[in-house]
């Protein structure tokens, strides 16, 4: 149960675009398409964003987007908005009825 | 509407045991996936425990043996008993609905274990 690896920071200013990477091996994010990301606020609970790779929850802004390849799944977030700028951590099914986070990202929107 | 409100948090000495509760409304914790998620002090966050539908829990490697996650279907309530706790389980602790994708959080609650 190692956690999947994610860059500690990303950031882009207002309008472009940012993705995040979360790596992890062909027993969990490369084995089962269920993986899904959070965005947390300082304080806050987090929120999902992303399951099953790449479908969004109901609310969810459509810029955000979810994909994976292999063993790393990718979120996009294009057009950065102030409000994006928050922790965000991947999540995966690890296969025997476990699972695991990434190690988190903090967005910063210069 | 759902809602998740957990409570149970406290100061404990190492050693000692714990149980938190994760009152749900909205819907029915029994026939939903459940799980517990916790995050230490300015750490990343890190799954504990899940219960499923059906009754069958698993756990992580670092709580196995010391955590048990159950439920009151009367009261529409989670739990997750500690034992045996450790400076390292200081966290705040989350319960989510689901299991895979945790689409629905309590605002957790605060477990510190003073050694």
């Known amino acids: 149960q190692s956690a999947l690896t994610q860059p500690p920071s990303a950031s882009g200013s207002p309008g472009q675009s940012v993705t995040i990477s979360c790596t992890g091996t062909?027993?969990?994010?490369?084995?089962?398409?269920?993986v899904s990301w959070y965005q947390q606020h300082p304080g806050k609970a987090p929120k999902l964003m992303i399951y099953?790779?790449?479908k969004r929850p109901s609310g969810v802004p459509d810029r955000f987007s979810g994909s994976k390849s292999g063993n790393t799944a990718s979120l996009t977030v294009s057009g950065l908005q102030a409000e994006d700028e928050a922790d965000y951590y991947c999540y995966s099914y690890a296969g025997s009825n476990t699972y695991v986070f990434g190690t988190g990202t903090k967005v910063t929107v210069l | 509407e759902v809602r998740l409100v957990e409570s149970g948090g406290d100061l404990i000495q190492s050693g000692g045991s714990l149980r938190l509760s994760c009152a749900a409304s909205g819907f029915t914790v029994s026939s939903k996936y459940m799980s517990w998620v916790r995050q230490a002090p300015g750490k990343g966050l890190e799954w504990v425990s899940v219960?499923?539908?059906?009754?069958?829990?698993f756990y992580a490697d670092s709580v196995k043996g010391r955590f048990t996650i159950s439920r009151d279907n009367s009261k529409n309530t989670l739990y997750l008993q500690m034992n045996s706790l450790r400076a390292e389980d200081t966290a705040v602790y989350y319960c989510?609905?689901?299991?895979?994708?945790?689409?629905?959080w309590g605002q957790g609650t605060l477990v510190t274990v003073s050694s």
């Open positions: 099953e790779v790449s």
């Open positions: 219960i499923y539908s059906g009754g069958s829990t």
């Open positions: 989510a609905k689901g299991d895979s994708a945790l689409d629905s």
């Open positions: 062909s027993s969990d994010v490369g084995g089962y398409n269920y």
